[in-house]
């Protein structure tokens, strides 16, 4: 080998080296959130098919909090808003223009681009960009890209708090009264 190659290429190898030592696997794999829970989805299952999981969960969040805010709070609730073939949040509460996500694991550049994008659309046309985010293991470079596109987030807990504190429904608890009833089995 040559050395000249070696000290090139080294520096990046060294750096990817650290960078995967540091993923940590088991966290963001082996826990279970409120969802997962009602459906018993193990993280083993969920592994088979991240991406499918993650897309059907994050639309059943969707939904579940559509409901919500549509009953609990009629006279503040709007639909999605679209600016031509744009939909930069999925519902409006009051001021705050809702997007919600199951997690958020994307740092492609494009992906980073449009929340920021985004979150400065929803501004000019006065709302307060808001993510309601399932989990807490989200990519730290789209967290960072949403904070930078001026989107306020809440992720687990602090997600079904903003909820609960707006709605007065605790949907984590809602969903814990169905049991066992919708296991997959």
Same mark, same amino acid.
């Given at each position: 080998?040559?050395?000249?190659?070696?000290?090139?290429?080294?520096?990046?190898?060294?750096?990817?080296?650290?960078?995967?030592?540091?993923?940590?696997?088991?966290?963001?794999?082996?826990?279970?959130?409120?969802?997962?829970?009602?459906?018993?989805?193990?993280?083993?299952?969920?592994?088979?098919?991240?991406?499918?999981?993650?897309?059907?969960?994050?639309?059943?969040?969707?939904?579940?909090?559509?409901?919500?805010?549509?009953?609990?709070?009629? #006279?503040?609730?709007?639909?999605?808003? /679209?600016? =031509?073939? @744009?939909?930069?949040?999925? !519902?409006?509460?009051?001021? %705050?223009?809702?997007?919600?996500?199951?997690?958020?694991?994307?740092?492609?550049?494009?992906?980073?681009?449009?929340?920021?994008?985004?979150?400065?659309?929803?501004?000019?046309?006065?709302?307060?960009?808001?993510?309601?985010?399932?989990?807490?293991?989200?990519?730290?470079?789209?967290?960072?890209?949403?904070?930078?596109?001026?989107?306020?987030?809440?992720?687990?807990?602090? #997600?079904?708090?903003?909820?609960?504190? /707006?709605? =007065?429904? @605790?949907?984590?608890?809602? !969903?814990?009264?169905?049991? %066992?009833?919708?296991?997959?089995?």
């Amino acid at each position: 080998m040559n050395e000249k190659d070696i000290r090139i290429v080294k520096p990046i190898i060294e750096h990817y080296y650290s960078s995967f030592s540091q993923k940590t696997y088991g966290q963001e794999n082996n826990d279970y959130d409120f969802l997962m829970k009602l459906y018993n989805i193990s993280p083993d299952l969920k592994r088979e098919n991240r991406q499918y999981w993650g897309r059907e969960l994050g639309m059943l969040w969707q939904l579940l909090v559509t409901a919500i805010v549509k009953e609990h709070c009629p #006279a503040e609730y709007k639909p999605a808003l /679209k600016f =031509g073939a @744009d939909e930069p949040c999925d !519902l409006i509460l009051g001021n %705050d223009a809702i997007d919600t996500k199951y997690r958020v694991g994307s740092g492609d550049s494009g992906t980073l681009k449009k929340f920021k994008q985004y979150g400065a659309l929803l501004q000019e046309n006065g709302y307060r960009p808001v993510f309601l985010m399932v989990r807490e293991d989200n990519l730290p470079a789209a967290i960072t890209a949403c904070i930078n596109g001026g989107w306020s987030i809440y992720t687990g807990n602090d #997600a079904l708090q903003y909820l609960k504190d /707006k709605t =007065g429904v @605790d949907i984590k608890k809602l !969903l814990l009264q169905f049991g %066992d009833n919708y296991y997959i089995r």
